[in-house]
């Protein structure tokens, strides 16, 4: 350890790191600090990276010299150029407009986050990217959904897959329960049916209780309207396992797909629909009565399936409306309110 800390020579500062002596002066000339740093005292936030940012450096610095010198000047020592300085950005002419739609639809849909809202006002007709879109968001602070964290426990140590791939719109199905409460504080359940492939929700069923004759059901009016499916996967409950339900299944030629105990993963799909429709329904609503319950879920359902951009299908809902009237593309904030959305307003 005589020799200090020993490192590479090829690297720099080669030199051994001696004892007490602290960090080394600077070379004769040298001009200290990076010049490229934040602060050269360290006392700012971050780098002057954007133009206005630069400008009102430059007018700080005008400003707190204790003598007059030319912004020619200034800006030649700061390496600003003067058509910076001078050129004050006008924005676009539809920028108020827009920023009002994108408030608008923040309000709405308070879960959803700029680029979801990006998808809502190209529908609606805006010429729009992402980019512009996000910076009107955080300028205006909007907050921004966290994203949840991936799960990734879908393979074997072989490399095979534990769940089947949907491959086709009426290839794989998935079912489930999600519980709520109306205002007087007594449960019902929702029976969530999704067709994983194109992820539409193909059914949500509400009652106080639901047992197996409910999801047979269910099922049978869903394999008239749309044929049955090769097969569904659902968790292990017991309505779900039920001996007339599986019976039933098997003389229709449906295969079920029981995820493992304790894998809610393995069910993907309809867990992260469960998800969604519990944070932009459920937990924001106050259902006075079942029935009040049972028209507003089901408006959410039409609103899921033909307006709310999916992030996976490339921000196109799971099953738009084949005839969408015109919007025009000035910015209004009631061009947004829908006429399939006329039950959602009641929630507000």
């Known amino acids: 350890m005589a020799q200090g800390?020993?490192?590479p020579e090829d690297r720099p500062g080669a030199a051994d790191e001696g004892s007490g002596e602290g960090e080394p002066a600077a070379a004769p000339g040298d001009l200290g600090p990076d010049l490229g740093q934040a602060d050269l005292a360290g006392g700012c936030t971050g780098k002057l990276l954007s133009p206005a940012r630069r400008?009102?450096?430059?007018?700080?610095?005008?400003?707190?010299?204790?003598?007059?010198?030319?912004?020619?000047?200034?800006?030649?020592?700061?390496?600003?150029?003067r058509s910076t300085q001078r050129k004050m950005p006008r924005g676009a002419d539809d920028e108020q407009a827009l920023t009002e739609d994108i408030i608008a639809l923040a309000k709405q849909y308070g879960r959803y986050g700029y680029r979801r809202v990006t998808a809502l006002l190209c529908h609606a007709g805006w010429t729009v990217n992402h980019k512009r879109v996000e910076r009107i968001w955080r300028r205006e602070g909007l907050k921004v959904p966290q994203r949840q964290p991936k799960r990734g426990r879908l393979w074997l140590n072989d490399g095979s897959c534990i769940r089947l791939r949907p491959e086709y719109p009426g290839h794989v199905w998935a079912y489930d329960f999600v519980e709520g409460r109306t205002h007087d504080g007594r449960k019902f359940r929702i029976l969530t049916i999704i067709d994983e492939a194109s992820?539409?929700?193909?059914?949500?069923?509400?009652?106080?209780?639901?047992?197996?004759e409910d999801v047979l059901a269910a099922l049978a009016d869903l394999f008239i309207s749309r044929g049955p499916p090769a097969h569904i996967r659902s968790d292990n409950g017991?309505?779900?396992?039920?001996?007339?339900?599986?019976?039933?299944?098997?003389?229709?030629?449906?295969?079920?797909?029981?995820?493992?105990?304790?894998?809610p993963w393995e069910n993907g799909y309809n867990e992260s629909f469960n998800g969604s429709l519990r944070d932009e329904l459920l937990n924001g609503e106050i259902f006075y009565s079942l029935a009040e319950a049972r028209v507003l879920i089901e408006a959410w359902r039409r609103h899921y399936n033909t307006v709310r951009p999916h992030s996976?299908?490339?921000?196109?809902?799971?099953?738009?409306?084949?005839?969408?009237?015109?919007?025009?593309?000035?910015g209004s904030a009631s061009l947004h309110l829908r006429p399939d959305m006329a039950a959602m307003s009641l929630m507000h």
């Open 199 to 212: 992820r539409e929700c193909l059914a949500l069923i509400v009652a106080r209780q639901l047992k197996h």
């Open 5 to 7: 800390v020993w490192r």
């Open 238 to 263: 017991s309505e779900f396992i039920a001996t007339a339900v599986q019976k039933w299944l098997g003389q229709i030629g449906v295969k079920t797909l029981y995820i493992a105990p304790g894998s």
């Open 312 to 330: 996976s299908l490339g921000y196109r809902p799971p099953a738009p409306e084949t005839a969408t009237p015109p919007y025009p593309a000035s």
């Open 55 to 81: 400008r009102r450096c430059i007018d700080q610095v005008r400003r707190d010299l204790p003598v007059r010198v030319s912004e020619r000047r200034i800006c030649r020592v700061l390496g600003q150029h």
